[in-house]
Each structure stands twice: as structure tokens, then as C-alpha cells.
T-cell receptor, first 108, second 112 residues
Framework: AQRVTQPEKLLSVFKGAPVELKCNYSYSGSPELFWYVQYSRQRLQLLLRHISRESIKGFTADLNKGETSFHLKKPFAQEEDSAMYYC??????????FGSGTQLTVLP | EPEVTQTPSHQVTQMGQEVILRCVPISNHLYFYWYRQILGQKVEFLVSFYNNEISEKSEIFDDQFSVERPDGSNFTLKIRSTKLEDSAMYFCASAVDTGELFFGEGSRLTVL
């Protein structure tokens, strides 16, 4: 079975501070990991995926197979980063399994 | 930029009634999905559809649910006899391949 855990339901940081959103996963094979973001009143959209190894909007995430983690990081948070962030996984089954999400609030 | 569109944005129905939620996926996409999110809970997979048939479904997707691609453009989710616990936001998504999913804005279903 595939499972994604996001331990923080809510996270608040000040503008300019570093931010890390935690994600741990459980899957016996080689998963593909994603971060999706949902800004207020907008649709869910892909932020980044581990295989592309890109930095999007200053966010990065490294897949750590030893710790089964895929934490999302940004060195300097901006107010426009305030949103709901979902970590997600696909395995051999093509279905995307989401974590419960972390609501990030960046305070001025 | 092409988008997945969903209708209606909000539907209120009485328990026991049939509901059809409609989705127009992005035109060159081959994989189609329905997810739902009960208020305050996580986004949950319901069903995936490829090559005109269901490829996977979750335990939630019981006999009360069905999906169809009736005309090559729409992708519908039917709930045959709604229950109170079917109240949720239903998201349609489509994908070119098994990578990035593109989501619609969702249809909010309220069952009274």
C-alpha cells in the first residue's frame, strides 16, 4: 500500500524566513513524488516533481530514500507562498496518493 | 492555456437522488481521474480511466459510482443514489501520461 504523511496541518512563518514542509512516504518500490499547491480560490496545480529536479518559485525538494522523505524547502518565504501544499506519490499503480496537506501562512 | 473544466461548480441534491458531475479534460490527454475531498480531509483517489475503461478504482468507488466518456470530450462521474456522506468536493483531472495531473476547479456536492 502507498501512503503519504504530512505531519503539520498548519505552518506559519514570517516573510523572509526559511520554510520547510515535511513529507514522509511509505511505499515498497520506487515511487515518484510530487508537490502540488492550491492557492486560495484556485485549482490544485503541480509545483514540482522529484524526477525533474527543478526549482520552482524558489522551492526545492529532495527525495531521501533512506528516510523515505520528500520535504519541501524554500530559503526565503514570500507572502504569495501562502497556500495549501500537498505531497503526493505514485507507485506502480498510476493513482496519485495525496498527503493530508499543510496550510502554509507567510506573515508580513 | 488549456484547462480542465468542471460543471456544475456547486450542486445541492436530496439524499437518494442521482447526480452527474461533468468534466471536460484537456483535449490531447489520455488519462482521466476523479478525486474527492470531504471537508477538512485529504484529497482521495476515486477512479482512473484510460483507453475507454476504468484502469483503477479505490474502495470508495463502489457500485453507486460510475464513470463514462460518452462523446470523446466529456468525462462524467455519476452517483446513482446519493448519501449524506457523499457530500464533498469532486475534482476531475487529466494527464498526457502518468506524470503531471491537471486538475479542474472542482464540483462541490452537497447532499441534504
Amino acid at each position: 500500500a502507498q501512503r503519504v504523511t504530512q505531519p503539520e496541518k498548519l505552518l506559519s512563518v514570517f516573510k523572509g524566513a526559511p520554510v520547510e514542509l515535511k513529507c514522509n512516504y511509505s511505499y515498497s518500490g520506487s515511487p515518484e513524488l510530487f508537490w502540488y499547491v492550491q492557492y486560495s480560490r484556485q485549482r490544485l496545480q503541480l509545483l514540482l516533481r522529484h524526477i525533474s529536479r527543478e526549482s520552482i518559485k524558489g522551492f526545492t525538494a529532495d527525495l531521501n530514500k533512506g528516510e523515505t522523505s520528500f520535504h519541501l524547502k524554500k530559503p526565503f518565504a514570500q507572502e504569495e507562498d501562502s497556500a495549501m501544499y500537498y505531497c503526493a506519490l505514485t507507485g506502480s499503480a498510476r493513482q496519485l496518493t495525496f498527503g493530508s496537506g499543510t496550510q502554509l501562512t507567510v506573515l508580513p | 492555456e488549456p484547462e480542465v473544466t468542471q460543471t456544475p461548480s456547486h450542486q445541492v441534491t436530496q439524499m437518494g437522488q442521482e447526480v452527474i458531475l461533468r468534466c471536460v479534460p484537456i483535449s490531447n490527454h489520455l488519462y482521466f481521474y476523479w478525486y474527492r475531498q470531504i471537508l477538512g480531509q485529504k484529497v482521495e483517489f476515486l477512479v482512473s480511466f484510460y483507453n475507454n475503461e476504468i484502469s483503477e478504482k479505490s474502495e470508495i468507488f463502489d457500485d453507486q459510482f460510475s464513470v463514462e466518456r460518452p462523446d470523446g470530450s466529456n468525462f462524467t462521474l455519476k452517483i446513482r443514489s446519493t448519501k449524506l456522506e457523499d457530500s464533498a468536493m469532486y475534482f476531475c483531472a487529466s494527464a498526457v501520461d502518468t506524470g503531471e495531473l491537471f486538475f479542474g476547479e472542482g464540483s462541490r456536492l452537497t447532499v441534504l
